[in-house]
């Protein structure tokens, strides 16, 4: 995945110009990190991208427990690719569809759904209630496509100032802490309140 922004836009933005090529991998570093930092804050992703997720057949709600949501913070979501159900692959349709076995409710809008339909298989070759999906822990997996087409310039700034603070402390001091993976981190209490008020206007409420 791609930085929120971009290394040109991080030097038209920095206070001091002129920063030379040799900068580039230090400041691509300190952009990656921003990044991972500004979606870790807000629990949302920006940008456009393919994503894949295992969800609690246990977790499903509605009157049938025929609902799963997909996470609140990849909208919107713009296409799904598959789902399956204990590894056996379904059928996904948006809108009512009688041959579907998963209505898929919510695309490029807020949060989206996916409604059961149907009898529903289990591992064991049993069948559970018409409608429900299947009771069991990460045992629904979901490719789709989520996120915004284009990154909100706020955020863009936002990331241009947490990258500019890692850049300036020497690529680690001011980093308090690293997420698995290493891109992840954490810039305390060194943003400006303008842009902890951005991070905290997109912030998914769980």
């Not at 980093?175 to 902890?196: I, M, P, V």
């Amino acid at each position: 995945m791609p930085p929120l922004v971009d290394i040109g836009f991080l030097k038209e933005w920095a206070p001091n110009r002129g920063l030379d090529s040799a900068k580039d991998p230090v400041l691509n570093a300190c952009l990656d990190a921003a990044s991972a930092y500004v979606e870790s804050e807000t629990s949302r992703v920006f940008q456009s991208d393919a994503r894949a997720v295992k969800l609690d057949g246990n977790a499903a709600d509605g009157r049938f427990l025929d609902v799963l949501r997909l996470p609140s913070g990849h909208r919107p979501v713009t296409a799904i690719g598959s789902v399956t159900e204990n590894g056996i692959v379904l059928v996904a349709a948006e809108g009512y569809t009688a041959t579907a076995d998963v209505i898929i409710d919510g695309l490029n809008a807020g949060a989206c759904r996916l409604i059961r339909r149907g009898a529903t298989q289990g591992l064991d070759q049993s069948y559970y209630r018409v409608g429900a999906w299947a009771p069991g822990v990460q045992n629904i997996a979901v490719s789709y496509t989520a996120g915004p087409a284009t990154v909100p310039s706020d955020i863009q700034i936002v990331a241009c100032e947490a990258a500019w603070l890692a850049f300036r402390a020497g690529h680690h001091v001011g980093l308090s802490s690293k997420a698995a993976g290493g891109r992840a981190a954490t810039f305390t209490g060194q943003l400006s309140e303008w842009a902890k008020q951005v991070l905290a206007r997109y912030r998914v409420v769980a």
